[in-house]
Structures are given as structure tokens and as C-alpha cells.
């Protein structure tokens, strides 16, 4: 009976171990090895700072109209749009919200996919209904179309999302026709990353988050992705950083690119509530593919022991996405960086930042 006993404790302290490794992020030293900056500490604007798009809800609604009326102000000042256009002048993830952002001294979160054609945008959903009322996805469109495509043709400044375009069908992409020429007047389009980071220039610090249509796969395609995004980044001369709910992904950053910051993307779901895969993801048992440098957490979950103990082991903690002042101050005892949008967090840090 004491041998039995003995061999349950020791196969249940090798098994605590192996889950403890399993969750760990990238160890000091290798950090140092690898000369790897860190996260500055300001807030980061989500898909920029914008005047239509994420988190523009009606829950929102108390605090999101000084907001989108910064977002707007920022965006002009930085050149874009004029206080008399009917509709949005810098929804998400678009050059003017990038603009506003840099100029307010926000830092940017933004999201990469590949095009048809293999250009690297920045663009969120894997289709374009939400944004621009098209129900096509990124992936079978080129760069050449995205750029007639305006984001919230008809929404007006603050929506959420785009109306679905005249005889449209959100079941039905083929009933979708590229237009032949560009609509007139003011308007903004998924943009290619190679002129985000024109637009931002190294003022803030950006957090790339590579997207996937299903991040438990993994094939040539993102191999492609992978290599044409860290080669516009590895150009760029300001300070970014990566995340992705992929581990894979941010494990070809461990093996690829050792000297950029990585974080891993992760919320804690309930068992059950989701498939085994992305459960275990949100417990950070895929840690040990991308040895993150930080653990971006939905931030609802800021009381998890699991995100404690990334901290404990090195990891920053990022809060995504806080929408209120109630949100941030749930969120502050757990992190220690935040990514925000629908409403002003306190002063505007472009004075006193430094990177």
C-alpha cells in the first residue's frame, strides 16, 4: 500500500511539474540572450483609435461619445476628413484611426491577414460584413478590390456596424460585385500594413495580432503569411510586438524571430463551453509552443491563478478589451498593460511618453 501510495504522489508531482512547464513563458535569461525590449507601459487603442467599429455598442453608450468625438478630433488633426463628412471618418483598423491614435499618443493594436493576391492587411473579421456591409471574405479578395471597398459606406460616426450593403445577402457572398472604379469623396479601406506603419512611423508602440481563419491548423498558406508580415516588420524602425490565439504562430516566432517580443492570446472558457483545443489554450497549456513574453487575457479572467502564475514566472499581463472606466479598474489589480477603446482613459499620454 506505501509503495502504491508513493508512486500516485510521485506521478502526481512529475505530472504538476510537467503542467507548470507547460505554462511557463520565455525565461529571463533567454530574454536577455535574445536582447528582447519590452511593452511600454500606456494604453493601446484596439484597431486604433475609431469612430465607428468595435465596442461602439449600446452598452457602451455613457462613456463612448468623448470617445468618438477624440477619435474624430485626433483624426483631423492628423488629416483626415472634415468635421461637415456624413459618416465615419476613421472607423477600426483604418489609416485616419491609426492617425488618431499616433497623434493622441495612444499605442496601436491592430490585426494582420493575407489577401487573394498575398498582401499583408490589417483587417479583424475574416469577412467584410460587420465593416463595410460585404459579406466576402478577406482571403478571396485582392488587394486591388479591398481598396474600392469603403468601411461604413452608410453607417453614421459611432455605429457598430455596417448596414449590409443594397442587395447584398449575408448568406450569399457571390451576390457581391467588386465596383469598377472607387467611390468619390472621403473614404477609408482595409489598409495594407506596409502603410500603417508608413502612418505611424514609430511614434507608438504597435501590437500586431496575427489572424486566422482556424488557429488549430497549420499549412503552407500561413507559412507565406508568416514570412511576408515579419518581413514588412522586421523593415519597419519603430517598436512592435506580436500575440495570436495560435500558439504555432507564435511558436515560428520563437524559432524564427527569438529577438521580438511575443505574447500569447488567451480566455479562460468554461469546460464544455468549447472544444477541448481552446479550452486547454485558455488554461495556457500551449505555453510551452510560444514561450510568450506576455499573456494577453480577456480581462474578465484578471482573478485566473493561471494568469497569476504567468506573471509570478515573468510574463506581463495585457487586459483586452476594456470598454469602461468600471472595466479598467476591475482590470488594474491583474495586469500591468491594458487595450482599451469606447471611452477616454484619464490624459492623453502623447506628453509624457517615452519609448
Known amino acids: 500500500m506505501a509503495k502504491t501510495v508513493q508512486k500516485i504522489l510521485i506521478g502526481a508531482s512529475l505530472a504538476a511539474g510537467a503542467g507548470l512547464w507547460a505554462m511557463a513563458p520565455r525565461t529571463f535569461g533567454n530574454k536577455r540572450k535574445n536582447y528582447v525590449p519590452t511593452l511600454p507601459q500606456i494604453p493601446y487603442a484596439h484597431r486604433g483609435l475609431h469612430d465607428a467599429g468595435s465596442g461602439l455598442s449600446q452598452q457602451y453608450a455613457g462613456e463612448s461619445g468623448e470617445y468618438i468625438a477624440l477619435a474624430r478630433r485626433m483624426a483631423m488633426q492628423a488629416g483626415y476628413g472634415t468635421p461637415n463628412e456624413p459618416g465615419p471618418i476613421a472607423p477600426e483598423?483604418?489609416?485616419?484611426?491609426?492617425?488618431?491614435?499616433?497623434?493622441?499618443?495612444?499605442?496601436?493594436?491592430?490585426?494582420?491577414?493575407?489577401?487573394?493576391?498575398?498582401?499583408?492587411?490589417?483587417?479583424?473579421?475574416?469577412?467584410?460584413?460587420r465593416v463595410a456591409g460585404d459579406p466576402r471574405r478577406v482571403a478571396d479578395l485582392t488587394y486591388d478590390e479591398l481598396v474600392r471597398i469603403p468601411l461604413f459606406p452608410t453607417a453614421a460616426p459611432g455605429a457598430y456596424e455596417s448596414p449590409l450593403l443594397p442587395g447584398a445577402s449575408a448568406d450569399d457572398p457571390s451576390a457581391v460585385a467588386t465596383p469598377a472604379t472607387a467611390p468619390k469623396g472621403y473614404y477609408q479601406h482595409v489598409p495594407l500594413l506596409s502603410d500603417v506603419l508608413r502612418v505611424v512611423d514609430g511614434r507608438v508602440p504597435i501590437i500586431v495580432e496575427f489572424k486566422f481563419e482556424n488557429p488549430r491548423s497549420w499549412d503552407a498558406r500561413d507559412e507565406e503569411f508568416m514570412t511576408r508580415a515579419a518581413d514588412l516588420l522586421e523593415a519597419y524602425r519603430g517598436l512592435y510586438v506580436v500575440e495570436s490565439f495560435s500558439p504555432a504562430a507564435m511558436n515560428w516566432y520563437k524559432s524564427n524571430h527569438p529577438d521580438v517580443c511575443r505574447?500569447?492570446?488567451?480566455?479562460?472558457?468554461?469546460?464544455?463551453?468549447?472544444?477541448?483545443?481552446?479550452?486547454?489554450?485558455?488554461?495556457?497549456?500551449?505555453?510551452?509552443?510560444?514561450?510568450?513574453?506576455?499573456?494577453?487575457?480577456?480581462?474578465?479572467?484578471?482573478?485566473?491563478?493561471?494568469?497569476?502564475?504567468?506573471?509570478?514566472?515573468?510574463?506581463l499581463a495585457v487586459a483586452w478589451t476594456v470598454r469602461s472606466s468600471a472595466e479598467l479598474s476591475q482590470s488594474m489589480p491583474y495586469f500591468d498593460r491594458y487595450i482599451f477603446e469606447a471611452f477616454v482613459p484619464g490624459e492623453l499620454p502623447a506628453a509624457n511618453m517615452q519609448l
Not at 483604418?94 to 493594436?109: M, N
Not at 472558457?269 to 468549447?274: C, D, L, S, T
Not at 497549456?285 to 502564475?309: E, H, Q
Request: a negative charge; aromatic letters at 12%; charged letters at 20%.
Open 93 to 129: 483598423n483604418s489609416l485616419a484611426a491609426f492617425a488618431a491614435a499616433a497623434t493622441a499618443g495612444y499605442g496601436i493594436e491592430l490585426d494582420v491577414q493575407m489577401t487573394l493576391d498575398n498582401q499583408i492587411v490589417v483587417v479583424h473579421d475574416p469577412d467584410l460584413l
Open 263 to 315: 505574447g500569447q492570446l488567451a480566455e479562460d472558457v468554461r469546460f464544455g463551453g468549447a472544444d477541448a483545443v481552446t479550452w486547454a489554450a485558455g488554461k495556457l497549456a500551449f505555453n510551452w509552443m510560444s514561450r510568450p513574453d506576455f499573456v494577453a487575457y480577456d480581462y474578465r479572467n484578471g482573478s485566473s491563478k493561471l494568469l497569476a502564475f504567468a506573471r509570478k514566472m515573468g510574463a
